[in-house]
């Protein structure tokens, strides 16, 4: 069974910084592309970030561009998101999944984790 | 680039079919056969109910369809069951820099 476990949110200062991690089990990692996607409270779904299958190639939304790092490590299967200099609009759940196609159509999502922007 | 275009609410009664739209632009919904759909409930993380604008992955009913004319795609939903209440979510491929775009949710309510 293909899973996903979302971790490392939290409440951090603004300026702050916080590293998300996603556990993937079920399937190979290893061959799939795999994306964060954000959701503010209230609000719709934004992609944030992905990564190809072996780390080589990344890509981010403008509004994190510079801020955020995917990575991952196929050696743990196991997805992270790096987010620095955080800001009060970056609160959100935050969820990774694994795109069925290199751009997203992703096809199994975790179950997500709240990154809380607040002083 | 903004999200594609859904209406906020749509509604119907137990049995009967809705149907929900997303509206893009050449750039994306009308230009590529990318169009994907999500259901999540509150609380819970987004599902996937359709890809490639018509096809249902493994497990989801066949209550669910999609369909797509010009810019415009849409789900529909038939033989509504009070467990479809939720919200919505179209994406497509785009050709701008982010290649994938989201609607803004369509909130779902069984009468």
């Known amino acids: 069974e293909v899973q996903l476990v979302d971790s490392g949110g939290g409440l951090v200062q603004p300026g702050g910084s916080l590293r998300l991690s996603c556990a993937a089990s079920g399937f190979t990692f290893s061959s799939y592309w795999m994306h964060w996607v954000r959701q503010a409270p209230g609000k719709g779904l934004v992609w944030v970030s992905r990564?190809?299958?072996?780390?080589?190639?990344?890509s981010y939304a403008d509004s994190v561009k510079g801020r955020f790092t995917i990575s991952r490590d196929n050696a743990k299967n196991t997805l992270y998101l790096q987010m620095n200099s955080l800001r009060a609009e970056d609160t959100a759940v935050y969820y990774c999944?694994?795109?069925?196609?290199?751009?997203?159509?992703?096809?199994?999502w975790g179950q997500g984790t709240l990154v809380t922007v607040s002083s | 680039q903004s999200a594609l275009t859904q209406p906020a609410s749509v509604s119907g009664s137990p049995g009967q079919s809705i149907t929900i739209s997303c509206t893009g632009t050449?750039?994306?919904?009308?230009?590529?056969?990318?169009v994907s759909w999500y259901q999540q409930h509150p609380g819970k993380a987004p599902k996937l109910m359709i890809f490639d604008v018509s096809k249902r992955p493994s497990g989801v009913s066949n209550r669910f369809s999609g369909s797509k004319s010009g810019n415009t795609a849409s789900l529909t939903i038939s033989g509504l069951q009070a467990e479809d209440e939720a919200d919505y979510y179209c994406?497509?491929?785009?050709?701008?820099?982010?290649?994938?775009?989201f609607g803004g949710g369509t909130k779902l309510t069984v009468l």
């Open positions: 990564i190809n299958s072996d780390g080589s190639s990344t």
């Open positions: 999944a694994r795109g069925r196609l290199w751009f997203g159509e992703n096809d199994y």
């Open positions: 994406s497509s491929y785009t050709s701008s820099s982010t290649f994938e775009v």
């Open positions: 050449s750039s994306d919904v009308g230009g590529y056969n990318y």
